[in-house]
């Protein structure tokens, strides 16, 4: 009894082993190490799935939205949106983009500083529309990470109206 045991426990430990061995040289592996505290950012898992763009904290996005610094984009849904936004927001919907984005070019340059949002840490939306945009030729895009739900219940002004990608 005590060598199937021995067994047992050997044959899991070469198991765990070869595991983690494969997972690190697969280029499709789960990353080990990953961003998993909402209040840095977006939450990812490292490796390939991390943020391919800058990311602004609260006091920063307060800074860019006082000083009116940046254009504010809601990636969220057109539903999303006309429920509350950050106020001069424009609507540029994930799922959306490909019939908005001619229209939201002949309205902006490359050259308009661009801060994104969607609801929180756990959306990739802000992050994904982002990258799109950097696509495009926007060349300074940022991500506000912790997005409308974290703007809205820190008291900050939020605003309701239809959506649009006019000012």
């Known amino acids: 009894m ?9 044959l899991g430990a070469v198991s765990i082993v070869v595991a983690f061995i494969v997972n690190s040289i697969n280029p499709a592996g789960i990353p080990l190490f990953g961003q998993w505290d909402q209040s840095i950012g ?5 490796g390939p799935c991390a943020p391919s763009v800058d ?3 609260d006091i920063g996005a307060m800074d860019l939205y006082l000083n009116s610094k940046a254009l504010f984009i809601d990636a969220r849904s057109a539903d999303d949106f006309s429920e509350g936004h950050i106020p001069r927001a424009l609507n540029l919907p994930i799922n959306d983009v490909g019939q908005l984005i001619d229209a939201f070019m002949e309205k902006w340059q490359p050259d308009t500083r ?11 939306d802000s992050h994904d529309l982002a990258k799109i945009l950097k696509e495009y030729g926007f060349q300074s895009v940022s991500v506000y990470s912790h997005g ?3 703007w809205k219940n820190s008291g900050r002004p939020i605003e309701i109206s239809e959506p649009s990608i006019d000012e």
């Open 148 to 150: 409308f739900d974290k």
């Open 2 to 10: 005590v060598r199937i045991i021995s067994e047992l426990i050997i």
């Open 55 to 57: 990311q602004i904290d």
């Open 42 to 46: 977006i939450v990812h898992a490292g």
């Open 114 to 124: 661009l801060l994104i949002y969607c609801s929180g840490p756990d959306c990739h």
